[in-house]
Structures are given as structure tokens and as C-alpha cells.
């Protein structure tokens, strides 16, 4: 579940990359080629996701083609872990309560594009499943997530949110990733 402020802030991000970017003209992206980079994901669980987990830490390894000076195919695998509230119940009558932690870790899979929209500015779109794996496996959730990032010739700073559908529910993440990368 996406909230009416995780909507607005996004909005208002994307507006401002996208004013900020606009009288830039520069391209970025080589056409053929090949990169590999690795990130370090800061996760931060929203909606129904936010319930049981804290936060979150992944590592996520991306290989990107440039299609052209300003569109490159990727994807990226990798792990997310989240690290979960405590939950207490309290004792009622007979019953002496008891608490529950919800671990979680997810691989995902997801293909993606970059389009640059200016100098080392980019918008992102990715599409692909999650593997839950913590507590002895769990379902797999369909996942999509737009964002938006900075990608210089090593690094390439990006936030996204990314929404969890599956199961009979639909949760969702924001995340900030900072990989390096190079060219292969």
C-alpha cells in the first residue's frame, strides 16, 4: 500500500530532477556498451510491509547495456534483508502472551531500462519477481519500480520505490542505492 505522503514526496522529487535537468544537454550512456556495477541498497519498508520490519540492507549487482547514447537495458539480482520489529502480544487470561518477529529476506530478479534524461541524469523502470527465502522460503511477489538517479562513469546514486504484489496483498519499499561500476 502506497501512503497519500510516500505519493507526494516522489512527485515532488521527480518534478525537481526533472526541472533541474531540463536546459541540460549533454548525453550520457555509450551505445554497445557493457557495465557491471554494485550496489548497496538502503531499504525503507512502507505500507503494510512497515508493520513488521524496520528497515532494510541489500546488495545488489546490476549489468546495464547501452542501446543508445541515452537508453541502456539492465538487470539486477541480489538480496534484500530486513531487519524486523518486535511484536508483543499481551497475556489474556490463560494465555501469557508471547512475541513474533517477522524475518524477511528477498532475492530479487528484475529487468529494467535507464533513459538519461540529461547529463548523467536518468529516469528508471524495473519489472521482475522476488524470492522470498527467510523462515524456510516464502511466496514469490511480482515486482515493479520506477526511480530516478545520477550515474556517473563509476558511480550511480538512485532511488526508487518498488511495489511488492503477491499473495493476496500488494506492500512496497523505498530505497536509496549506491553502487560503483566499470566497464567490461
Request: no cysteine.
Amino acid at each position: 500500500m502506497i501512503t497519500k505522503t510516500s505519493k507526494v514526496i516522489y512527485i515532488i522529487l521527480s518534478v525537481t530532477l526533472l526541472l533541474a535537468v531540463h536546459n541540460v544537454n549533454a548525453q550520457s550512456g555509450n551505445s554497445g556498451e557493457l557495465r557491471f556495477g554494485v550496489g548497496v541498497d538502503g531499504i525503507l519498508p512502507i505500507g503494510n510491509t512497515a508493520r513488521g520490519l524496520n528497515f532494510g540492507l541489500g546488495i545488489t549487482p546490476r549489468l546495464q547495456y547501452g542501446v543508445s547514447e541515452k537508453f541502456a537495458l539492465t538487470f539486477t539480482s541480489g538480496i534484500y534483508h530486513f531487519f524486523p520489529k518486535t511484536i508483543t502480544y499481551p497475556a489474556s487470561g490463560s494465555f501469557s502472551g508471547f512475541s513474533y518477529e517477522r524475518k524477511s529476506d528477498i532475492i530479487p530478479v528484475k529487468a529494467g531500462f535507464k533513459y538519461f534524461i540529461g547529463k548523467n541524469f536518468y529516469l528508471a523502470g524495473e519489472a521482475g519477481l522476488g524470492f522470498e527465502v527467510a523462515d524456510g522460503g516464502g511466496p514469490i511477489y511480482f515486482l515493479w519500480s520506477p526511480g530516478f538517479g545520477y550515474a556517473s562513469k563509476r558511480w550511480d546514486v538512485g532511488a526508487r520505490f518498488e511495489n511488492y504484489a503477491g499473495s493476496g496483498g500488494s506492500d512496497g519499499i523505498t530505497a536509496l542505492r549506491v553502487a560503483y561500476g566499470f566497464g567490461l
